[in-house]
Nanobody
Framework: QVQLVESGGGLVQPGGSLRLSCAAS????????IGWFREVPGKEHEGVSC????????WYADSVKGRFTISRDNANNMVYLQMNSLKPADSAVYSC??????????????????WGQGTQVNVSS
């Protein structure tokens, strides 16, 4: 059974950092594209970052480029999102997702099919 479980969310002050974890089971993270998304009530679901299964290449939304880093721990079947210099606008429910992209397709164009429940991130003073 494919399962994704996020953890690591919480309350942090502006300028602070958090590391989100995505624990995968039922599949191997190196065989799928893994993405991080965020959602705020009343706003569109936003892709934040992803990592490719083929070569580990990464993609970031412009809004987080230079502040967030996605990484993969193959031995433990985990994917992480390190979030630095957090802003109030980063407050959202963050979810990880898995999918398979066509060959030569960037990971941000993956049809993500399996989703975790999400973890809440609040950035506030």
């Amino acid at each position: 059974q494919v399962q994704l479980v996020e953890s690591g969310g919480g309350l942090v002050q502006p300028g602070g950092s958090l590391r989100l974890s995505c624990a995968a089971s039922g599949f191997t993270v190196t065989d799928f594209e893994i993405g991080w998304f965020r959602e705020v009530p009343g706003k569109e679901h936003e892709g934040v970052s992803c990592i490719s299964s083929r070569d580990g290449s990464t993609w970031y939304a412009d809004s987080v480029k230079g502040r967030f880093t996605i990484s993969r721990d193959n031995a433990n079947n985990m994917v992480y999102l390190q979030m630095n210099s957090l802003k109030p606008a980063d407050s959202a429910v963050y979810s990880c997702a898995a999918g398979r992209a066509s060959p030569q397709t960037a990971c941000n164009l993956t049809p993500f099919a399996a989703w975790g429940q999400g973890t809440q991130v609040n950035v506030s003073s």
